[in-house]
């Protein structure tokens, strides 16, 4: 396994709202690899697209980041010219600070579920690429001192010419077709797949480390959804960046992620590698969400399961195992009051469950 | 783009047809009445070529001719340039407006100005800084604003400067200027009495721009593309200005168009009354109030030819800082 | 079991709709600033519209000797530090100021002129019907030389304070009424353009659109000059009533339009329509109250335009001329400065047509709310 990116540990997320406070992330842990691929699956609902957020420190209100940490291991050029790594807890920085605006769209960048309204109608495309590349590629140095030494190498003048061949060249490589001439069109003469292949080509014309992809094909025809799935693995190999990746598609996931974690009702349940989670999945709701996946193959008559029961309310958790009022294991006296634990049950294979649970 | 262009232009130009009218029409039934008013009143003051004056006018607008013809008399002459003549001041029409055009245009400039200079910051704080302390206090000033007619506040404001002060704030000028060629100190005069007309008449439309502004705003920075702005490690200026606030702020580039071309030649008619201004709008009322109709027709269909040229330039500004419009 | 049925049909239908408006009420409750608006424009109602002769210690045209006569404050301490219950009002004393040439008046606190509740004053019928004298407050009925004027006189020695409460009659109910009018032409043009297209359709569009090309006041102003001066008064009111609605139903109607062509979709009108109940029926029954709520929340909001548009046309006197009395009438004796220095209690309407506007747009607003239960704002 590669060097760790981002580690999130134990992250907890509140909505104070009127109606009262809902957890959307209670307690989220996991890491993304350099260079490989995270997927993040769960109902609609499970805290998924909030902690995608909090790794860029931009929850939205009124969600507030209540405990835990989210370490990211910088790689930025030293003196002598070779790499440092120097660890940075995201959550500790200014929100709207220096720091976390290079790291966002710079190192880390971000795709969003809906692509048809994730850019701003009144500029072009490559308007949009220059402004992410004239920002993180050409960022004039602003302060003296120690900072000097590490970002004194990082930048190099771009111009306003090159910052618009960047952006062809970025539209070239996202496989929008004529992009010497499609740089200048607006997001309303863009197709729904070809403004997502926008927001690709913007995320990646920084060379981020590590881009969150928060349902990004959820949006699309399933024709086009391939096309886009194809593209940003191809893009993976060529950068070799590392990609989390979020949906609530497992048939998607399977083919681009490594390594997964499922979280229900803002609990991961369970982590394992891509492999684990199909053939071996342990928790019971990770075995419902499979089974609830049509199969081709299967016999006509056999019904397609579905998790019994409802989500419950957000306002009201159930106590003990968030799992429990729906699960077909449930042990009552015990489910329903003792918080699981994460237990080991393979090579790299955690879940949180008492079945697992050794007394 | 120029088919779209030359219809809003064709469509524009039927209804001046139009209007000019129904202009034409407030101006027609009543001046009979006046001609005769007229008449017995120079012919008492001992003028006399009196009926002859009224003669000409009978046959110079053609009063005794069906409507129709006169109404094209008068369209026609109205093209040229000349409006009529004002009876009670016994001038042409075309000079009363023009002699007051200038400082009509001045104190509608500088309104404007400080309406949205006002209003966009204010709506775009409140917007922001939703529910926050400052939030809550703009959008409280801004209902009262919005409750508070121009010319009642204008009352308000002369009661406060007469009774409390001691001060006339009427007028643009001091009495030592009125009448005095340009100079440096007329031009100083002029900007202290100017901004108390031009905040009185900016507090309407301000307060409604700050809740339009804050509103549009409010459903903006809600949608996707702010959020990945921010994603995208803009400053929180940035995402707020050049991606919120500019498409927020289209629709009120229509409200621009139709307000503020309008006022630059009608001003706020009512301020201009209570402060005793020497604009266009206090002209307008008078004639009115002295059925003095070729006056006041004329100022009816200069206001709404403006109206609908604001429109047509509130679309054409639209269509340009649009592209979904522009490229549609 | 056949005649049963509509009656079941019926059952959840009202049911929904009750909940419905349950919610609205529950929602309007919960604003605290449209209530207040609720209860200040209810009252001014009750007030100036149905009571201004009970409430107006004075009638409309009362004339006293004392000329642009200064507001007696209410007193219940008199100099020598004794408390009444009763609370009384000192004497004006007439002097002439030398300097200015011109009559003043003092307060003369060796008079004492207290205020009686539910006194026998000058006759009146209420509603025009039933003869009665009994005001809710005044001075003392037994000294023909007492006097009470809370706002002041104006220049004919009338009391402010009773012309400001039956002025607000003829300014609220111009409000009213014109949003009336406004709202039958507005709804049933709107309806029928949006319901039948076609060519009644392009007729109804491009009439508000030419109306919608005039600029508001100064086409209001040109239409009320035109009123020809020797018209009765009511022939003035009602006409200017007329004027507003004619101007400002475009705006209306268009909304409505919009709201019926998106209703006419709506199932239960297909329905309604696959029944065979004819177009006035579907229209008057279903489609204009489907739209109902809208419209009366625009109107809510449209009535203080309505209230300033009389008082700014009759300030100049364009609108409403004496002896017609109403806010806007009132307040043409201080068009110029020297009224406003030497006798600014004539201002006095100014606060109450404010209050007025103000008091509308809490309501309107808050009704908007309310009955947009899944709202966008």
């Given at each position: 396994?590669?060097?760790?990116?981002?580690?999130?540990?134990?992250?907890?997320v509140?909505?104070?709202?009127?109606?009262?406070?809902?957890?959307?992330v209670?307690?989220?842990?996991?890491?993304?690899h350099?260079?490989?691929?995270?997927?993040?699956?769960?109902?609609?609902?499970?805290?998924?697209?909030?902690?995608?957020?909090?790794?860029?420190?931009?929850?939205?209100?009124?969600?507030?980041?209540?405990?835990?940490?989210?370490l990211?291991h910088r790689?930025?050029?030293?003196?002598?010219?070779?790499e440092?790594?120097?660890?940075?807890?995201?959550?500790?920085?200014?929100?709207?600070?220096?720091?976390?605006?290079?790291?966002?769209g710079?190192?880390?960048?971000?795709?969003?579920?809906?692509?048809?309204?994730s850019?701003?109608?009144?500029?072009?495309a490559?308007?949009?690429?220059?402004e992410?590349?004239?920002?993180?590629?050409?960022?004039?140095?602003?302060?003296?001192?120690?900072?000097?030494?590490?970002?004194?190498?990082?930048?190099?003048?771009?111009s306003?010419?090159?910052?618009?061949?960047?952006?062809?060249?970025?539209?070239?490589r996202?496989?929008?077709?004529?992009?010497r001439?499609r740089?200048?069109?607006?997001?309303?003469?863009l197709?729904?797949?070809?403004?997502?292949r926008v927001?690709?080509a913007i995320?990646?014309?920084?060379?981020?480390?590590?881009?969150?992809?928060?349902?990004?094909?959820?949006?699309?025809?399933?024709?086009i959804?391939?096309?886009?799935?194809?593209?940003?693995?191809?893009?993976?190999?060529?950068?070799?960046?590392?990609?989390?990746?979020?949906?609530?598609n497992?048939?998607?996931?399977?083919?681009?992620?490594q390594?997964?974690?499922?979280?229900y009702?803002?609990?991961i349940?369970?982590?394992?590698?891509?492999?684990?989670?199909?053939?071996?999945?342990?928790?019971?709701?990770?075995?419902?969400?499979?089974?609830?996946?049509?199969?081709?193959?299967?016999?006509?008559?056999?019904r397609?399961?579905?998790?019994k029961?409802?989500?419950?309310?957000?306002?009201?958790?159930?106590?003990?195992?968030l799992?429990?009022p729906?699960?077909?294991?449930?042990?009552?006296?015990?489910?329903?009051?003792?918080?699981?634990?994460?237990?080991?049950?393979?090579?790299?294979?955690?879940?949180?469950?008492?079945?697992?649970?050794?007394? | 783009?120029?088919?779209?262009?030359?219809?809003?232009?064709?469509?524009?130009?039927?209804?001046?047809?139009?209007v000019?009218?129904?202009?034409?029409?407030?101006?027609?039934?009543?001046?009979?009445?006046?001609?005769?008013?007229?008449?017995?009143?120079?012919?008492?003051?001992?003028?006399?070529?009196?009926e002859?004056?009224?003669?000409?006018?009978?046959?110079?607008?053609?009063?005794?001719?069906p409507?129709?013809?006169?109404?094209?008399?008068?369209?026609?002459?109205?093209?040229?340039?000349?409006f009529?003549?004002?009876?009670?001041?016994?001038?042409?029409?075309?000079?009363?407006?023009s002699q007051?055009l200038?400082?009509?245009?001045?104190?509608?400039i500088a309104?404007?100005?400080?309406?949205?200079?006002?209003?966009?910051?204010?709506?775009?704080?409140?917007?922001?800084?939703?529910?926050?302390?400052?939030?809550?206090i703009?959008?409280?000033?801004?209902?009262?604003?919005?409750?508070m007619?121009?010319?009642?506040?204008?009352?308000?404001?002369?009661?406060?400067?007469?009774?409390i002060?001691?001060?006339?704030?009427?007028?643009?000028?001091?009495r030592?200027?009125?009448?005095?060629?340009?100079?440096?100190?007329?031009?100083?005069?002029?900007?202290k009495h100017?901004?108390?007309?031009?905040?009185?008449?900016?507090?309407?439309?301000?307060?409604?721009?700050?809740?339009?502004?804050?509103g549009?705003?409010?459903?903006?920075?809600?949608?996707?593309f702010?959020e990945?702005?921010?994603?995208?490690?803009?400053?929180?200026r940035?995402?707020?200005?050049?991606?919120?606030?500019?498409?927020?702020?289209n629709?009120?580039?229509?409200?621009?168009?139709?307000?503020?071309?309008?006022?630059?030649?009608?001003?706020?008619?009512?301020?201009?009354?209570?402060?005793?201004?020497?604009?266009?709008?206090?002209?307008?009322?008078?004639?009115?109030?002295t059925?003095?109709?070729?006056?006041?027709?004329?100022?009816?269909?200069?206001?709404?030819?403006?109206?609908?040229?604001?429109?047509?330039?509130a679309?054409?500004?639209?269509?340009w800082?649009?592209?979904?419009?522009?490229?549609? | 079991?056949?005649?049963?049925?509509?009656?079941?049909?019926?059952?959840?239908?009202?049911?929904?709709?009750?909940?419905?408006?349950?919610?609205?009420?529950?929602?309007?409750?919960?604003?605290?600033?449209?209530?207040?608006?609720?209860i200040?424009?209810?009252?001014?109602?009750?007030?100036?519209?149905?009571?201004?002769?009970?409430?107006?210690?004075?009638?409309?045209?009362?004339?006293?000797?004392?000329?642009?006569?200064?507001?007696?404050?209410?007193?219940?301490?008199?100099?020598?530090?004794?408390?009444?219950?009763?609370?009384?009002?000192?004497?004006?004393?007439?002097?002439?100021?030398?300097?200015?040439?011109?009559?003043?008046?003092?307060?003369?606190t060796s008079?004492?002129?207290?205020?009686?509740?539910?006194?026998?004053?000058?006759?009146?019928?209420?509603f025009?019907?039933?003869?009665?004298?009994?005001?809710?407050?005044?001075?003392?009925?037994?000294?023909p030389?007492?006097?009470?004027?809370?706002?002041?006189?104006?220049?004919?020695?009338?009391?402010?304070?009773?012309?400001?409460?039956?002025?607000?009659?003829?300014s609220?109910l111009?409000?009213?009424?014109?949003?009336?009018?406004?709202?039958?032409?507005?709804?049933?043009?709107?309806?029928?353009?949006?319901?039948?297209?076609?060519a009644?359709?392009m007729?109804?569009q491009r009439?508000?659109?030419?109306?919608?090309?005039?600029?508001?006041?100064?086409?209001f102003?040109?239409?009320?000059?035109?009123i020809?001066?020797?018209?009765?008064?009511?022939?003035?009111?009602?006409?200017?009533t007329?004027?507003l609605?004619?101007?400002?139903?475009?705006?209306?109607?268009?909304?409505?339009?919009?709201?019926?062509?998106?209703l006419?979709?709506?199932?239960?009108?297909?329905?309604?329509?696959?029944?065979?109940?004819?177009?006035?029926?579907?229209?008057?029954?279903?489609?204009?109250?489907?739209?109902?709520?809208h419209?009366?929340?625009?109107?809510?909001?449209?009535?203080?335009?309505?209230?300033l548009?009389?008082?700014?046309?009759?300030?100049?006197g364009?609108?409403?001329?004496?002896?017609?009395?109403s806010?806007?009438?009132?307040?043409?004796?201080?068009?110029?400065?020297?009224?406003?220095?030497?006798a600014?209690?004539?201002?006095?309407?100014?606060?109450?047509v404010?209050?007025?506007?103000?008091?509308?747009?809490?309501?309107?607003?808050?009704?908007?709310?309310?009955?947009?239960?899944?709202?966008?704002?």
């Open positions: 396994m590669s060097e760790p990116l981002v580690e999130v540990k134990n992250l907890k509140r909505f104070d709202v009127r109606e009262g406070i809902i957890k959307a209670d307690g989220a842990t996991f890491t993304v350099y260079g490989q691929t995270l997927g993040v699956i769960g109902e609609s609902g499970c805290g998924k697209s909030v902690t995608a957020r909090a790794i860029l420190n931009m929850v939205p209100k009124p969600g507030k980041v209540v405990g835990g940490e989210i990211y790689r930025r050029p030293s003196e002598n010219g070779s440092v790594t120097e660890i940075v807890n995201i959550l500790d920085l200014d929100p709207d600070g220096e720091e976390i605006r290079q790291i966002r710079g190192e880390i960048a971000m795709i969003f579920q809906e692509p048809m309204s850019l701003t109608p009144v500029y072009t490559g308007a949009h690429i220059t992410a590349v004239t920002l993180h590629r050409l960022l004039p140095i602003r302060k003296v001192g120690d900072q000097m030494a590490e970002t004194i190498q990082a930048h190099r003048r771009v306003k010419q090159e910052a618009k061949e960047i952006a062809i060249e970025m539209l070239r996202v496989g929008i077709p004529n992009p001439e740089v200048d069109a607006y997001p309303h003469q197709s729904g797949g070809q403004r997502q927001m690709i995320a990646l014309s920084c060379q981020p480390d590590m881009l969150i992809a928060d349902e990004p094909t959820t949006a699309l025809d399933v024709s959804e391939a096309q886009i799935l194809d593209l940003m693995r191809e893009l993976q190999e060529e950068t070799n960046m590392a990609i989390m990746f979020i949906t609530h497992l048939g998607v996931v399977a083919e681009m992620a390594e997964i974690v499922v979280m009702l803002g609990n349940v369970e982590r394992a590698s891509v492999v684990d989670i199909f053939y071996n999945p342990k928790h019971p709701y990770t075995r419902a969400l499979l089974e609830s996946i049509p199969r081709f193959g299967k016999g006509r008559r056999q397609l399961t579905s998790i029961g409802m989500v419950p309310d957000p306002f009201h958790l159930p106590s003990g195992c799992f429990h729906r699960c077909p294991h449930f042990m009552p006296g015990k489910c329903d009051r003792i918080e699981p634990k994460w237990t080991q049950v393979g090579d790299n294979h955690w879940v949180r469950c008492l079945l697992y649970e050794k007394e | 783009m120029l088919a779209y262009l030359a219809r809003r232009i064709t469509y524009a130009l039927i209804m001046v047809v139009l000019s009218f129904v202009g034409f029409l407030i101006i027609d039934l009543p001046p009979g009445d006046f001609l005769t008013q007229k008449l017995a009143e120079l012919q008492s003051r001992g003028d006399r070529s009196a002859l004056r009224i003669a000409e006018y009978r046959a110079r607008y053609g009063l005794d001719k409507l129709l013809t006169r109404y094209w008399i008068w369209a026609t002459h109205f093209i040229t340039g000349d009529g003549e004002s009876f009670q001041y016994e001038r042409p029409v075309s000079d009363l407006l007051r200038m400082m009509t245009a001045v104190l509608a309104t404007l100005a400080i309406t949205w200079l006002v209003a966009i910051p204010i709506g775009v704080y409140s917007a922001v800084h939703q529910y926050s302390l400052g939030d809550q703009f959008t409280t000033i801004s209902f009262i604003g919005l409750g007619p121009g010319f009642l506040l204008a009352l308000i404001i002369l009661f406060f400067a007469a009774v002060l001691k001060q006339d704030i009427g007028g643009l000028f001091s030592q200027y009125q009448d005095a060629p340009w100079s440096i100190g007329k031009v100083i005069d002029l900007l100017l901004w108390i007309p031009a905040l009185i008449g900016s507090v309407t439309g301000a307060a409604g721009l700050i809740r339009i502004m804050r549009n705003l409010l459903d903006t920075l809600g949608q996707p702010v990945a702005a921010r994603a995208r490690g803009l400053p929180n940035t995402v707020v200005w050049k991606h919120a606030v500019r498409v927020a702020i629709p009120l580039i229509v409200i621009l168009g139709s307000e503020a071309l309008p006022s630059i030649i009608g001003g706020n008619a009512l301020v201009a009354m209570v402060l005793n201004l020497p604009t266009t709008g206090p002209l307008f009322v008078q004639a009115l109030q059925q003095d109709m070729y006056l006041a027709g004329t100022g009816l269909v200069f206001y709404t030819i403006f109206l609908l040229i604001g429109n047509l330039l679309d054409l500004a639209l269509a800082a649009d592209p979904r419009i522009r490229l549609g | 079991m056949t005649a049963n049925e509509p009656n079941e049909a019926k059952q959840p239908k009202k049911q929904i709709s009750q909940s419905y408006w349950n919610l609205v009420w529950w929602r309007f409750k919960k604003n605290k600033l449209a209530i207040a608006g609720a200040i424009v209810l009252s001014f109602y009750f007030v100036c519209a149905l009571f201004a002769e009970f409430f107006a210690p004075y009638l409309l045209e009362h004339k006293s000797d004392y000329l642009e006569a200064r507001p007696q404050w209410i007193h219940f301490v008199d100099p020598e530090g004794h408390f009444h219950l009763r609370p009384f009002v000192y004497g004006l004393e007439k002097k002439i100021d030398p300097m200015l040439r011109k009559r003043t008046y003092i307060v003369d008079k004492r002129y207290s205020i009686y509740f539910f006194v026998h004053g000058e006759p009146y019928k209420l025009g019907l039933i003869p009665m004298d009994i005001h809710l407050f005044g001075p003392d009925p037994k000294d030389e007492a006097y009470v004027f809370l706002f002041g006189t104006d220049r004919l020695g009338r009391d402010m304070f009773s012309r400001i409460i039956y002025g607000g009659r003829l609220l111009i409000g009213l009424l014109g949003q009336i009018m406004t709202i039958f032409l507005g709804t049933v043009l709107g309806a029928i353009s949006g319901y039948y297209g076609g009644v359709d007729f109804v009439v508000t659109e030419f109306l919608a090309a005039f600029p508001d006041i100064p086409l102003m040109a239409l009320a000059a035109i020809p001066p020797q018209w009765s008064p009511i022939w003035v009111y009602f006409m200017l007329l004027i609605a004619i101007v400002r139903w475009g705006g209306l109607a268009r909304q409505v339009r919009g709201m019926v062509l998106s006419r979709e709506r199932e239960y009108v297909l329905a309604a329509l696959s029944f065979g109940a004819s177009d006035r029926r579907v229209l008057f029954r279903h489609l204009i109250p489907g739209a109902m709520s419209i009366i929340v625009i109107a809510t909001l449209a009535i203080p335009s309505m209230i548009a009389e008082t700014a046309l009759s300030w100049l364009l609108g409403l001329r004496p002896p017609l009395t806010w806007g009438v009132l307040l043409q004796e201080v068009s110029n400065v020297r009224a406003i220095r030497f600014p209690w004539l201002l006095t309407p100014v606060p109450f404010i209050t007025t506007v103000l008091a509308y747009n809490m309501l309107g607003d808050g009704l908007r709310d309310a009955l947009d239960p899944y709202g966008s704002r």
